[in-house]
Nanobody, 127 residues
Framework: QFALVESGGGLVRPGGSLRLSCIVS????????IGWFRQAPGKEREGVSCISGGRGTTNYADSVKGRFTISRDNAKTTVFLQMNSLKPEDTAVYYC????????????????????WGQGTQVTVSS
């Protein structure tokens, strides 16, 4: 059994930065692919970025390419989402999620691939 806990959300002005963290705690079957998703009020949850458990291959939504960077620590217990040049449209609850299949060499931004989810952290971009 393992769980995910997000942190690092908050209120930031347009153009500002935040770094989200996703801590993986408990016993995992191996190095897992982790994804970041977000859900704005009245909208569907959408994929933002992911990092594969095997090669560390990353994937980004077009809307965040060049602004967001996903990474993980060497122990592979924490995944970070560095968010720069934030825009009001980035406002949402951000969730991290894990694909239970270990050591994959790629990842997708499809919600269906991720089976364990954190509780979310609010990010608000406003002046």
């Amino acid at each position: 059994q393992f769980a995910l806990v997000e942190s690092g959300g908050g209120l930031v002005r347009p153009g500002g930065s935040l770094r989200l963290s996703c801590i993986v705690s408990g016993r995992t079957p191996g190095s897992l692919s982790i994804g970041w998703f977000r859900q704005a009020p009245g909208k569907e949850r959408e994929g933002v970025s992911c990092i594969s458990g095997g090669r560390g291959t990353t994937n980004y939504a077009d809307s965040v390419k060049g602004r967001f960077t996903i990474s993980r620590d060497n122990a592979k217990t924490t995944v970070f989402l560095q968010m720069n040049s934030l825009k009001p449209e980035d406002t949402a609850v951000y969730y991290c999620a894990a694909d239970w299949r270990p050591y994959l060499n790629s990842c997708t931004l499809s919600k269906a691939s991720f089976t364990v989810w954190g509780q979310g952290t609010q990010v608000t971009v406003s002046s």
